[in-house]
C-alpha cells in the first residue's frame, strides 16, 4: 500500500491550522491508486449524513478499496467528540454550537455497512458491520450505537433552522430535525470515526489507540425510521440549558426597529445647523459672567477715577457737549420721523435678508432681468438689493434735506472740542452719571460723533461694498477692478453690518434710559413734551416691522419680483 498525505483545506475554527492536521496520512492499496474513489476521506459528517441513505445499497454491494487513516500523536482535549462548530450566532461570540452540545444522526435501521477490506456480499458486509464499527464508504460515516451506549433523551419543540451547507440545498438541519435533551446518561454515546482495516498493524494499533483515548459521541436513529427521510438529533449535557429552539437568540438589531418598513413612521431631517452642546452652553454662560464683572470692574474704576480733583476739572471744562459755530433752529421737522421709521423700517429687513444670503445653500427661487439673462441670482440677493436701492434713496433724501434746512450742524461736528466733549461724555455714561440731554436742541459730542459716523462713513461703505459684490458691477471695467478687488469688499461688507446692529442696540437703549417719553416724542412725534404719543406711535411702527419681517418670503416676493424681471424655481 501507498501512503499519502490528506488534502488539507481550511481551517475549524479562526486563526488555526488547516484542517485535517498535518500529520494525518492515508494509506491505499497501489490498485487503487489509479482508479477513482467512490468517496473523498475529506467528506464532512454532515454530507456524509445526508448521503448515507441513499449510498447504503451500493456501498454493501461494489468493493471499495480501503483506505485507513493513521494519526500520529493526536492529543484529545475534550471529553468527548465534539460537533462541527460554524460561525458565532452574536458578533464577537463563541462557535455555534456550543462545545458541550454533540450530534446525534441516524442514518436509519436500513443503512448498509460496506466491508472493512475486501468486498463481501451484501448479507456478509451487514454481519460485518453488527460485529465491528467500521467504516469503508467513508471517513465520516456515522457509526450505530449499542443500545448500552445510547443515552436516555426527551423529545421537545423543534430545532431552527439556518443556511444549507451546500448551494442550493435545503436549510440546515433537516425539516424533520427535533431536539434531545439528555436527562440520563449511564454511557457516552460517540461517534465512531474508524478506518476500515489497515494493511500493516503499527497504523492500526496507532488508528485504535486513539480511538480509544477520545471520547466517543455515536449517531443512532430509530429502528422504525425510513431510510428515505433519517432524522438527526442534537443532545445536550445536562449542564447545558438549551430551551426552546424555536425562540431565536437576542441579538442587537441591525436593520430596522422591527417593523415593515410601511409602517415606519417618517423622522423628520435633521438640522444642518448642529446643537451647541452642554459644554458650549457653560462656556457661554461663562462668558456673559466674566463680562458682566468686566462692566462691574468698569463702572466702579471710572466712578473712583472721577472722583479725583483733576478729573472734576476735566468735567467742568469739557461738560460733554459745545456749542455749535452754526446756528441751528431746535426742534425737528416732520420729514425726520418719517425718514427716521423708513430708514428703521428698511434697515431691520437689509439686516435680515443679508444673513440669510450667507446661510442659504440652495436657493428656493431665482431672479433673472428682462435685459440680460446671464445675470441671474436667486430671489434672496434681488430681495437685498432692492432693499439696499430703497434706503439708498431714503438716505440720500435725508442728507439732502438736511443740508438743506440747515439741520446739518446737528451732526457734523464744527469745532475740535468735539474730541475732548465726546470722552467726558463716554465716562460720564460709563460712570451711570449721565450728562444732561438737550436732544431737542443739541446733541452731546459723544451723540454727534455717532451720527456722523453713520451716516457719512459706514452707510457709504455699505452701499459701495455692497455695489461692488452686485450683478450690477461692469464686468468689463479691468482696471476698476484690479483697483477694488472684490475681496476686499467681502472683508468689509460683514464688519460693517455688525457696526449698524451694535449702533442700533446702544442707540436704543440710551433712547429708553434717558426719559424714553420725551425722546420718543423727539422721533415720532416732533414735540418735546413729555407725554404718550410718540410712545403709541412708535408701537404702531414696530408692528409694521413685524409684518414686513414675516412677509419677507418667497411667496411674497415673488410677484413683486416679477415686475421687474423673471422668476423661476431653477
Known amino acids: ?37 467512490l468517496s473523498a476521506p475529506s467528506t464532512s459528517l454532515d454530507e456524509s449524513e445526508g448521503a448515507a441513505p441513499e449510498a447504503a445499497a451500493p456501498a454493501a454491494t461494489v468493493p471499495e478499496p480501503e483506505f485507513s487513516v493513521v494519526e500520529h500523536a493526536v492529543p484529545s482535549a475534550a471529553s468527548g467528540a465534539s460537533l462541527r462548530r460554524g460561525l458565532p450566532r452574536t458578533p464577537g461570540g463563541e462557535p455555534w454550537p456550543p462545545a458541550s ?24 458486509a451487514t454481519d460485518a458491520a453488527a460485529d465491528v464499527p467500521t467504516r469503508s464508504a467513508s471517513p465520516s460515516t456515522l457509526d450505530e450505537p449499542t443500545p448500552e451506549s445510547a443515552p436516555v433523551v426527551a423529545q421537545t419543540g423543534s430545532v431552527r433552522r439556518g443556511l444549507p451547507r451546500v448551494a442550493g440545498g435545503d436549510p440546515w438541519p433537516p425539516a424533520d430535525t427535533v431536539p434531545l435533551i439528555a436527562v440520563a446518561s ?58 426552546d429552539p424555536s425562540i431565536p437568540l437576542p441579538a442587537p438589531r441591525t436593520v430596522w ?15 444642518d445647523r448642529p446643537r451647541p452642546t452642554w459644554t458650549q452652553a457653560i ?28 478729573m472734576q476739572d476735566f468735567l467742568a471744562a469739557f461738560p460733554g457737549e459745545y456749542e455749535p459755530t452754526v446756528a441751528v433752529e431746535p426742534g425737528f421737522a416732520p420729514w425726520t420721523n418719517w425718514a427716521h421709521f423708513f430708514n428703521v423700517f428698511l434697515m431691520v429687513l437689509i439686516i435680515r435678508s443679508g444673513l440669510r444670503i450667507r446661510n442659504e445653500k440652495r436657493p428656493t427661487a431665482f431672479w433673472t432681468p428682462r435685459n440680460d439673462p446671464k445675470g441671474k441670482v436667486s430671489l434672496t440677493i434681488w430681495f437685498h438689493q432692492a432693499l439696499d436701492i430703497l434706503w439708498l434713496v431714503n438716505g440720500v433724501i435725508f442728507v439732502v434735506l438736511l443740508f438743506v434746512t440747515g439741520h446739518w450742524a446737528r451732526i457734523v461736528p464744527t469745532s475740535w472740542e468735539v474730541i475732548p466733549n465726546a470722552l467726558s461724555a463716554a465716562l460720564q455714561y460709563v460712570s451711570f452719571d449721565w450728562p444732561t440731554e438737550h436732544g431737542w436742541v ?55 453690518m455688525i ?15 434717558t426719559g424714553f417719553l420725551r425722546n420718543l416724542n423727539h422721533m415720532y412725534a416732533s414735540s418735546d413734551a413729555v407725554g404718550w404719543t410718540g410712545f403709541w406711535v412708535f408701537v404702531a411702527s414696530l408692528v409694521v416691522i413685524a409684518l414686513g419681517w414675516v412677509a419677507a418670503r418667497p411667496l411674497v416676493i415673488a410677484p413683486i419680483a416679477k415686475l421687474f424681471g423673471t422668476v423661476s424655481g431653477r
Open 186 to 243: 449511564d454511557a457516552a454515546s460517540s461517534i465512531a470515526v474508524d478506518a476500515p482495516a489497515a494493511a500493516d498493524a503499527p497504523a492500526a494499533a496507532d488508528a485504535h489507540a486513539s480511538a480509544d483515548a477520545a471520547p466517543e459521541v455515536a449517531a443512532s436513529a430509530p429502528a422504525a425510521a425510513p431510510a428515505s427521510a433519517p432524522t438527526t438529533a442534537v443532545a445536550t449535557a445536562a449542564a447545558f440549558p438549551l430551551g
Open 283 to 310: 462656556a457661554v454662560l461663562l462668558g456673559a459672567a466674566a463680562l458682566g464683572i468686566l462692566a462691574a470692574a468698569a463702572v466702579a474704576f471710572v466712578r473712583a477715577l472721577l472722583s479725583f480733583p483733576f
Open 101 to 124: 452540545v454533540a450530534a446525534v444522526a441516524g442514518a436509519g435501521a436500513a443503512t448498509a455497512r460496506a466491508s472493512s477490506s475486501t468486498p463481501e456480499p451484501a448479507d456478509a
Open 257 to 271: 426597529n422591527g417593523s415593515a418598513p410601511r409602517h415606519v413612521t417618517a423622522t423628520a431631517p435633521a438640522s
Open 442 to 496: 443739541n446733541y452731546n459730542s459723544l451723540q454727534q460723533l455717532a451720527y456722523f459716523v453713520t451716516v457719512f462713513i459706514a452707510a457709504p461703505l455699505a452701499a459701495a461694498t455692497g455695489f461692488r459684490m452686485s450683478g450690477m458691477w461692469p464686468k468689463k471695467a479691468e482696471r476698476l477692478s484690479k483697483a477694488y478687488p472684490i475681496e476686499w469688499a467681502r472683508a468689509l461688507h460683514f464688519p460693517i
Open 1 to 37: 500500500m501507498a501512503t499519502r498525505m490528506l488534502r488539507r483545506g481550511l481551517p475549524r475554527v479562526p486563526g488555526g491550522e488547516p484542517w485535517p492536521p498535518g500529520d494525518i496520512a492515508v494509506e491505499a492499496p497501489a490498485d487503487a491508486e489509479h482508479a477513482s474513489p
Open 499 to 513: 457696526y449698524f446692529v451694535v449702533f442700533i442696540i446702544g442707540h436704543v437703549a440710551l433712547v429708553f434710559l
